[in-house]
Nanobody, 130 residues
Framework: VQLQASGGGLVQPGGSLRLSCQGS????????TGWFRQAPGKEREGVAC?????????YYTDSVKGRFTVSRDNAKNSVYLEIAGLKPEDAAVYFC???????????????????????WGMGTQVTVSS
């Protein structure tokens, strides 16, 4: 079972990125997926989540609402985080994570907490600089 985030890079302020979270060894759309980020010297922050395909809900932390969009492509066993209007404060390592319980739907809580998730993928670095 593996979970891998990818798609990060160096982007100018105002630019866009699409991050991917890809699973192998399991069916990702059975699970809710959370996106988190951690900047140097800062605590990990939950930014977005999407429910399983059974649920379909999505939730965003206030600081990213209107700029971040989370979606699924079940055919590719992937979850995406599209980021528009990148700001310097968006620079961080971004991670995706899953709960251990396939029945768990943490997005319904309208919170994105690390404690709600058990499996974490390797992160991808997003750098915002002109």
């Amino acid at each position: 079972v593996q979970l891998q985030a990818s798609g990060g890079g160096l982007v100018q302020p105002g630019g866009s990125l699409r991050l991917s979270c890809q699973g192998s060894g399991f069916i990702l759309d059975y699970f809710a997926t959370g996106w988190f980020r951690q900047a140097p010297g800062k605590e990990r922050e939950g930014v977005a989540c999407i429910g399983s395909s059974r649920d379909g809900s999505a939730y965003y932390t206030d600081s990213v609402k209107g700029r971040f969009t989370v979606s699924r492509d079940n055919a590719k066993n992937s979850v995406y985080l599209e980021i528009a209007g990148l700001k310097p404060e968006d620079a961080a390592v971004y991670f995706c994570a899953l709960p251990a319980d396939v029945e768990s739907e943490p997005c319904k809580s309208h919170r994105i907490l690390g404690s709600q998730y058990d499996f974490w993928g390797m992160g991808t670095q997003v750098t915002v600089s002109s």
